[in-house]
């Protein structure tokens, strides 16, 4: 299986950027798509996907977020942060069955 | 607009058997593949099992094999998994998902249910 790696937490202050990465312990591009999505999770509530395919952002989620990266190493953006983006942060791949989700990074208040 | 509704959780004894329905609307459910995704207390996100459109083609991560089967009907717009055998390990909230991407089997999940939860225990 696919492993994915993620920074169990990461405090940031209000209004700065968010850095949150996730790496793969094998490539997850194919055909120049990259199979790595980014979803947000708050307490009590359903996952909610942010970014697909490496870094197209989903309608309606606001431009303040952003995904990079290629091969093994990505990256979830969040610039400015806003008090309302404190939550859990995971990195998914669908490269290869079985489907792996990262251990998830929890975005925390300075 | 696309709801997907879960039931059927519970507290279940282990070895016993328990069955998961996700009722989905605001869209054409045959159309779309559909997946079972599990969050233990506390942990993250697992991916359960999926099945394509027609329910023809079944996937299921290796700790469930055996255990689990996902199926669908596509009249009742209905996803199923049958969980037997349970563990103490299984013991999680469920949701069914989907997504509209391109694939015959949606490999992002677009739409999550709210999650049912099942607790295995004696």
């Known amino acids: 299986d696919i492993v994915l790696t993620q920074s169990p937490a990461l405090a940031v202050s209000l209004e700065q950027r968010a850095t949150i990465s996730c790496r793969t312990s094998?490539?997850?591009?194919?055909?120049?798509?990259?199979?790595m999505h980014w979803y947000q999770q708050k307490p009590g509530q359903r996952p909610k996907l942010l970014i697909y395919?490496?870094?197209n952002l989903v309608s309606g989620i606001p431009a303040r977020f952003s995904g990079s990266g290629s091969g093994t190493d990505f990256t979830l953006t969040i610039d400015p942060v806003e008090a309302d983006d404190i939550a859990t942060y995971y990195c998914?791949?669908?490269?290869?069955?079985?489907?792996?989700f990262g251990a998830g990074t929890k975005l925390e208040l300075k | 607009e696309v709801q997907l509704v879960e039931s059927g959780g519970g507290l279940v004894q282990p070895g016993r058997s328990l069955k998961l329905s996700c009722a989905a609307s605001g869209f054409t459910f045959s159309h779309y593949g559909m997946h079972w995704i599990r969050q233990a207390p506390t942990k993250g996100l697992e991916w359960v099992a999926s099945i394509s459109p027609s329910g023809g083609s079944t996937y299921y991560r290796d700790s469930v094999k055996g255990r689990f089967t996902i199926s669908r009907d596509n009249a009742k717009s209905t996803l199923y998994l049958q969980m037997d055998s349970l563990r103490s390990e299984d013991t999680a909230t469920y949701y069914c998902?989907?997504?509209?991407?391109?694939?015959?089997?949606?490999?992002?999940?677009?739409?999550w249910g709210q999650g049912v939860m099942v607790a295995v225990s004696s």
């Open positions: 395919e490496g870094s």
């Open positions: 998902a989907t997504g509209f991407g391109p694939a015959i089997i949606p490999y992002y999940f677009d739409y």
């Open positions: 998914q791949q669908s490269k290869d069955n079985p489907y792996t």
């Open positions: 094998q490539n997850v591009d194919k055909y120049g798509i990259s199979y």
